[in-house]
């Protein structure tokens, strides 16, 4: 059978310098494709070659046989290829209908918009996809969940037969994730090719069916998911054997290192009480919205708590603002390095500093070789790849630029690290980095609460577990007592 | 996108060099460019007391600039900068005016105690600005929109719509004056520009108020009291306008109601011209000062060379424009 995509030998250059060597792929119709390789494999660049932004410098594409190129996402879309990306960009003013139709309005008399149609339409789409969204909600009322199967379902009212899906469970829940999948499921019945990109290896092994791995800008292999198991698939990826994925070098010891006591926040978080002690690994599990984060920002002074306790080293604080946090030794990783962690536009060195300013420059003048120093230590502790300290932060990889902000916090050399979603958005090989650099601190007597919406990193980093469920707790587990079903029953 | 980052990266840093190059050095470049066409075309241009004169009448819109940029970097902006420049303007006149009808009870009072007044008035305008904005989230275009208005108001009912003529002879020195020949507002200009220099590059409150433009949330997470960083850039625009208003009035003798009309116009003008980003976190007070440069020395070549005023405009709305395309250009080109 003719595959319906099919890729071969592309090519793309920036600068001189070789993004793309080798690009392969081949989609079959009605099946699933997990495109896979850690940051820097190309991944990237060969989306945005073949839905038009960029231009490649080599290699055929063909769809369906014929040979394609295309100028723009536009173009690509009309052909019926088309992309859920990543961070999604609705008209959030628009109804669901609107942003399905937008620029292909149904018209009526006098040259107006046929709105009767075009919310007919819309709603037998979501109706025969089984997604219970209505045409006449507005765009900003949707989660972002719903908001990926509106796009999904653009993407079909423009016959599009070749669906990409840029890491679409990063910013969603477990159980939204599964509702994805299914819809997934029925896309594939429909005789429709989805390549699927996620850093999730465990979602690739539950939805694909066949994989292609890129590194450092060639392809490396492809097969059926059925003949490779996590291990080997783990060893394409990264190029080499990587051992256990989780290794735990902390100890717990008995002594409370944060200790909260019945913390509300009315309408967030109800009656919050936990322990986390000195060495110890501490996990919140739970789902988007289910009060995870808004336990740490009552606890760094993002939020004013209602009421409850905030004990460290068995003494009780009181934090009014982020930086009595800061002053009581509490470090937080918030779960947006983006939008929350980093000023993008600074450089590597300004980034670093940023938390520290007051103790590196205690008079009103800055100490430029202080910064400079501390710098380069957490370049160097960290590893993090960058060409210059005073680049742009924007220039680094997930992996490098969730380097930054650790090394901003652990420049401060804190007690107690909140950690929120450590590893969204990195690659396996930074990943453990990560997981090492988070086991060293608890290792040294830190104490370190994390939150996690991915299961397998939970259940391997957390010594204990916290779950979440509309902002109450559903109970703390040891990790040996506990298992990826019993966590998702739990918070659901 | 990081894939690409992160392949291309040794040639990203050539490119990053470039950019960085053609930022740092590029409105300089335009700007000797300008300078050298005038100084061919006409031979009176490079004359120093034509000089003299570019930079004096420079000198209001550059310290005004200067104060724009230290806002504009946290995202905001401040459109009361011309009615706190007659506000001020007129206060502190009427603490030095010899008119017996126009002055204050006790006038004329020596010189620094007008300059303390009109300076504490551009304060507690940028204070009340920056209040409103910070605390209540006004958008600054908003807050200091309603400013434009009050000030320019409050001015008229102070002076009763006249202007406070008479001033004393030191109070006129710091508009009229110069030291070694130079005048008088250069200096405070220069003065301005090198501790506003100083400030946004060698403190820790420079840095804030980069790290607050660039990304407000990561600065709060960071423990930065964004409130207060927010609060203080108005008062230092205010403080600013209010050393303008009296390089002003002591520049014309007189105080006049409608002083400073559209003044934040050129103002922001210089500040875009001279690179800074109107999303925040980028741009430096340099720029800034080529920028108001920029436009002065425009104004005065085309006045050499005999053109209107009126065409004047045009071009200075043409080059604003143009300078930020280019900008635009350069940053996709990276």
């Known amino acids: 059978m003719q595959p319906l995509l099919k890729v071969e030998g592309l090519k793309k250059s920036f600068g001189g310098v070789a993004a793309l060597r080798d690009g392969r792929f081949e989609l079959a119709a009605g099946s699933v494709h997990a495109l896979c390789g850690g940051n820097g494999a190309g991944k990237s660049t060969f989306l945005s070659i073949l839905m038009g932004i960029h231009k490649r410098d080599g290699g055929t594409i063909l769809h369906r046989g014929k040979p394609v190129e295309f100028g723009s996402p536009a173009e690509a879309l009309r052909s019926g290829i088309a992309i859920i990306e990543q961070e999604l960009s609705p008209v959030p003013h628009m109804t669901v209908a609107e942003n399905i139709y937008l620029g292909r309005e149904p018209s009526a008399r006098f040259g107006g918009i046929d709105f009767k149609t075009m919310n007919r339409n819309a709603q037998a789409l979501l109706d025969r996809l089984e997604f219970s969204i209505s045409a006449r909600e507005y765009m900003m009322n949707l989660s972002v969940a719903q908001m990926q199967l509106v796009e999904i379902a653009k993407a079909l ?92 070098t902390n100890t717990p010891t008995e002594i409370a290192g944060l200790e909260v006591a019945g913390l509300s926040a009315p309408g967030k978080i109800e009656d919050i009480s936990f322990t986390a002690h000195k ?14 984060t808004e336990i740490f920002n009552c606890l760094f002074g993002m939020d004013r708590p209602s009421a409850g306790e905030i004990r460290l080293d068995g003494r009780a604080v009181t934090i009014r603002q982020p930086a009595d946090a800061m002053a009581e030794g509490i470090a937080f990783v918030t779960e947006d390095r983006k939008v929350t962690g980093l000023n993008l536009i600074d450089s590597v060195r300004n980034n670093i500093c940023l938390a520290s ?27 993090i790849k960058a060409a210059r300290d005073t680049m ?48 060293d601190f608890a290792a040294a007597g830190g104490t370190v609460v994390m939150i996690s919406s991915e299961i397998d990193e939970i259940l391997g980093m957390s010594d204990r577990i916290l779950v979440m469920r509309q902002g109450r707790s559903a109970g703390i587990h040891d990790r040996q007592d506990t298992d990826a079903q019993s966590l998702v029953h739990l918070s659901t | ?59 209001i819109n550059g310290v005004l600039a200067i104060g724009m940029t230290f806002v504009i970097l946290t995202r905001g902006i401040d459109l009361s900068v011309g009615s706190v420049v007659a506000l001020a303007g007129m206060v502190s006149a009427s603490f030095v005016t010899s008119s017996a009808t126009a002055g204050i009870a006790g006038a004329p009072y020596p010189m620094v105690v007008a300059l303390a007044a009109g300076i504490l008035v551009g304060v507690c305008c940028g204070a009340l600005v920056g209040f409103i904005v910070s605390r209540f989230s006004v958008p600054a275009f908003v807050a200091t929109l309603g400013m434009l208005s009050a000030a320019r108001g409050a001015t008229l009912i102070y002076g009763g719509g006249k202007p406070v003529p ?87 003798g007189s105080a006049l109601p409608q002083a400073g009309i559209a003044y934040e116009l050129d103002a922001i003008a210089a500040v875009v011209i001279g690179g800074t980003s109107l999303s925040g976190g980028v741009g430096r007070v340099t720029g800034t000062l080529i920028g108001a440069l920029i436009i002065g020395v425009m104004n005065n070549g085309l006045d050499l060379m005999g053109i209107q005023s009126y065409y004047q405009q045009v071009l200075k709305g043409a080059l604003i424009v143009g300078a930020v395309m280019l900008d635009q250009k350069r940053n996709q080109g990276g």
């Open chain 2, 1 to 59: 996108m990081s894939s690409i980052e992160n392949k291309s990266s040794s040639s990203w840093l050539n490119s990053d060099r470039r950019r960085l190059i053609l930022q740092e050095y590029g409105i300089f470049l335009a700007f000797l460019l300008l300078v050298g066409i005038l100084a061919l075309s006409n031979e009176f241009f490079l004359t120093p007391g034509n000089i003299s004169n570019v930079l004096l009448q420079t000198s």
């Open chain 1, 157 to 248: 009212s423009h016959e599009a037969d070749v669906i990409f899906m840029d890491e679409p469970t990063s910013a969603i829940g477990e159980k939204e994730a599964q509702h994805l999948f299914s819809a997934i499921q029925r896309l594939k019945a429909d005789g429709k090719g989805i390549v699927y990109v996620s850093h999730r290896l465990s979602e690739i092994f539950q939805i694909a069916d066949s994989y292609t791995v890129f590194r450092d800008g060639g392809f490396v292999g492809a097969g059926n998911l059925a003949d490779i198991d996590r291990r080997g698939l783990i060893r394409m990826i990264v190029g080499r054997e990587l051992g256990e994925e989780y290794i735990k």
């Open chain 2, 166 to 252: 008479a001033l004393s002879p030191d109070f006129r020195w710091i508009g009229t004056g110069n030291i070694l020949g130079i005048p008088m507002p250069v200096i405070l200009l220069a003065v301005v520009f090198a501790g506003s220099w100083w400030v946004l590059t060698r403190t820790r409150f420079g840095r804030y108020i980069y790290a607050v433009g660039g990304n407000p949330h990561a600065a709060k997470t960071s423990g930065l009291n964004v409130t207060r960083i927010r609060f203080l850039v108005y008062v230092i625009s205010g403080a600013l306008s209010g050393l303008a208003g009296m390089i002003l009035s002591a520049r014309t």
């Open chain 1, 392 to 439: 742009p932060v924007s220039g680094l990889s997930g992996g490098n630029q969730q380097k930054v902000v650790l090394g901003k916090w652990f420049l401060r050399q804190p007690r107690v690290l909140l950690l929120d979603e450590p590893t969204r958005g990195v690659d396996v090989g930074a990943k453990r980095e990560i997981y090492r650099i988070i086991c």
């Open chain 1, 279 to 292: 060495g110890e690994i501490f996990g919140i599990y739970g789902l988007m919205g289910s009060g995870r």
């Open chain 1, 357 to 383: 300013l007051p103790d590196m420059s205690p008079s009103f003048v800055m100490q430029k070789s202080r910064e400079q120093a501390a710098s380069a230590e957490m370049i160097e502790r960290f590893a």
